[in-house]
């Protein structure tokens, strides 16, 4: 079964860390770059990171020195390590690929951050 499935989220004070992973099967997941997305309430979806098949990496401004995207070919499973979490990185996290043309989805994991 050709899928995508994020964990890792939850409920974390300012401040802390979280790691979300993203674990793919039915796909060559080694020949594909992987992008983190998240969309908060009200709020387009918006791109996070990227991580090339060779791993070459992108993130965007909102994140850049707090997250780090990262992959284990071996595991088929993508990461993104979130540190120093703020309230406004609170949204649904979701992990794609693009796939055979196609853009391809996880489920989503929540992640807030609260005190």
């Known amino acids: 079964q050709v899928q995508l499935v994020e964990s890792g989220g939850g409920l974390v004070q300012p401040g802390g860390s979280l790691r979300l992973s993203c674990a793919a099967s039915?796909?060559?997941?080694?020949?594909?770059?992987m992008d983190w997305y998240r969309q908060a309430p009200g709020k387009q979806r918006e791109l996070v990171a990227t991580?090339?098949?060779?791993?070459?990496?992108y993130y965007a401004e909102s994140v850049k020195g707090r997250f780090t995207i990262s992959r284990d070919n071996a595991k088929n499973t993508g990461y993104l390590q979130m540190n120093s979490l703020k309230p406004e990185d609170t949204a649904v996290y979701y992990c794609?690929?693009?796939?055979?043309?196609?853009?391809?989805w996880g489920q989503g994991t929540q992640v807030t951050v609260s005190s």
């Open positions: 991580i090339t098949s060779g791993g070459g990496t």
């Open positions: 794609k690929v693009f796939w055979l043309g196609a853009d391809l």
């Open positions: 039915g796909i060559a997941f080694r020949i594909y770059a």
